[in-house]
């Protein structure tokens, strides 16, 4: 079975701290994707990752950064927390194949910054 | 742009009914994927159904099915035979450049007994 999985399910943080998510996966897909969903929103894609070190940005960047080192591992990075990045995160992970099209999705880590 | 949209917050149905729920789409790509995940309380995202731009027949997964209708640009999602533990969050959404997805906001789907 597929599995992505996130360092956190629930994370509190204070404002303007730095905060990391973290998200690996154990199916050597090469794509992963960082999104964040909130009541009445849905999911928005905030980056994702093509490769090792590749990476794009995607609807709503702002406030993040990401790093991938490794083809396992995608991190989120908050650079200075603020209460409006309060939301759940959810990353995800595919092969680049356009065949294979399923996304597969880690469990979600609810970050409150306070 | 690309864009999903689902119109209806929430539905309700009784157990053992069918139910229909809305996913309108619009993309100028002439190749494209739709989905439907459903997200229960636990927050998990599960994948249902996927359809194609070029299948020629409609998606089917067990009680799911996806009624797709190309001129219409939409592709319902169909569950038969509703149960308890249908009672979740479901959002459609549709790939974009064979990567990312884009979702839509999501319907809550309430089963009753």
């Known amino acids: 079975d597929v599995k992505v999985t996130q360092s956190s399910r629930y994370l509190v943080k204070r404002t303007g701290e730095k905060v990391f998510l973290e998200c690996v996966q154990d199916?050597?897909?090469?794509?992963m994707f960082w999104y964040r969903q909130d009541p009445g929103l849905g999911l928005r894609l905030i980056y994702f990752?093509?490769?090792?070190?590749?990476?794009e940005k995607g609807d709503i960047p702002e406030g993040y950064s990401v790093s991938r080192e490794k083809k396992e591992r995608f991190s989120l990075i908050l650079e200075s927390a603020s209460t409006n990045q309060t939301s759940m995160y959810l990353c995800?992970?595919?092969?680049?194949?356009?065949?294979?099209?399923?996304?597969?999705f880690g469990p979600g880590t609810r970050l409150t910054v306070t | 742009a690309q864009k999903i949209t689902q119109t209806q917050p929430g539905m309700f149905v009784q157990e053992k009914e069918a139910v229909t729920l809305d996913c309108t789409y619009d993309?100028?790509?002439?190749?494209?994927?739709l989905f439907w995940y459903k997200q229960p309380s636990s927050g998990e995202m599960i994948f249902l159904i996927y359809q194609g731009s070029y299948d020629q027949q409609n998606a089917t997964e067990g009680r799911y099915s996806l009624n797709f209708q190309k001129a219409r640009k939409s592709a319902n999602l169909v569950i038969s035979a509703s149960q308890l533990g249908d009672s979740a969050m479901y959002f459609c959404a549709m790939n974009r450049a064979g990567t990312a997805l884009i979702f839509g906001k999501g319907t809550t789907l309430s089963v009753s007994s």
């Open positions: 993309t100028s790509d002439p190749s494209y994927g």
């Open positions: 995800a992970s595919k092969f680049s194949s356009p065949t294979i099209y399923e996304q597969y």
């Open positions: 199916m050597d897909h090469e794509n």
């Open positions: 990752s093509y490769d090792v070190k590749m990476k």
